[in-house]
């Protein structure tokens, strides 16, 4: 069982928005404004595309958002493309070792 | 670019070892806390160890603890993972990853361990 919750999975159609969720407690989450979350493509290695919450890596489309309120952290990608279909896992810092989420699938309808 | 390029992996039977390596290029690898992350299609992603700028601090899962050793070499732009007693539970893809807090990943080495 992962520390972070995840929904298992997620759906829009291309064009669409939407939203994953990432709860975790106040060791972790709640403490810290660093929450990351990561994408993976089947066969591939993770790649970061949201950092401290809200922080996006050069490169990384701004169609990717983060945010955070209490114990919750939240990812949303707008204007959903085919290319959006992953695996997305957020991660938090929880002092001096990181916590994952369960990863959460997301389809493009 | 940053690139990170790990090597070592492969078969081994239970209580056996193996030294993953990781080569850095496209960063000053001296100036960041780096890691190592697995993946099992069981458990997910699973933080195992990371190691501070100068190696003065390092950190670990409980279930490794003991047994795997995290180690960086700042002229050579290397980090290394050694793994003793190694367990079953411990089959997984092993990612060297830059940072301690977010993380950028490498392409991953398959950790088998099986008799």
């Known amino acids: 069982q992962s520390a972070l919750t995840q929904p298992p999975s997620a759906s829009g159609s291309p064009g669409q928005s939407v939203t994953i969720s990432c709860t975790g407690t106040?060791?972790?989450?709640?403490?810290?404004?660093?929450v990351s979350w990561n994408q993976q493509h089947p066969g591939k290695a993770p790649k970061l595309i949201i950092y401290e919450v809200s922080k996006r890596p050069s490169g990384v489309p701004d169609r990717f958002s983060g945010s955070k309120s209490g114990n919750t952290a939240s990812l949303t990608v707008s204007g959903l493309q085919a290319e959006d279909e992953a695996d997305y896992y957020c991660s938090s810092y929880a002092g001096s070792n990181v916590v994952f989420g369960g990863g959460t699938k997301l389809t493009v309808l | 670019e940053v690139q990170l390029v790990e090597s070592g992996g492969g078969l081994v039977q239970p209580g056996g070892s193996l030294r993953l390596s990781c080569a850095a290029s496209g960063f000053t690898f001296s100036s960041y806390c780096m890691s190592w992350v697995r993946q099992t299609p069981g458990k997910g992603l699973e933080w195992v160890a990371n190691i501070k700028q100068d190696g003065s601090e390092k950190y670990y899962m409980d279930s490794v603890k003991g047994r795997f050793t995290i180690s960086r070499d700042n002229a050579k732009n290397s980090l290394y993972l050694q793994m003793n007693s190694l367990r079953a539970e411990d089959t997984a893809v092993y990612y060297c990853a830059r940072g301690c807090r977010s993380f950028y990943w490498g392409q991953g080495t398959l950790v088998t361990v099986s008799s």
């Open positions: 106040s060791s972790d989450v709640g403490g810290y404004n660093y």
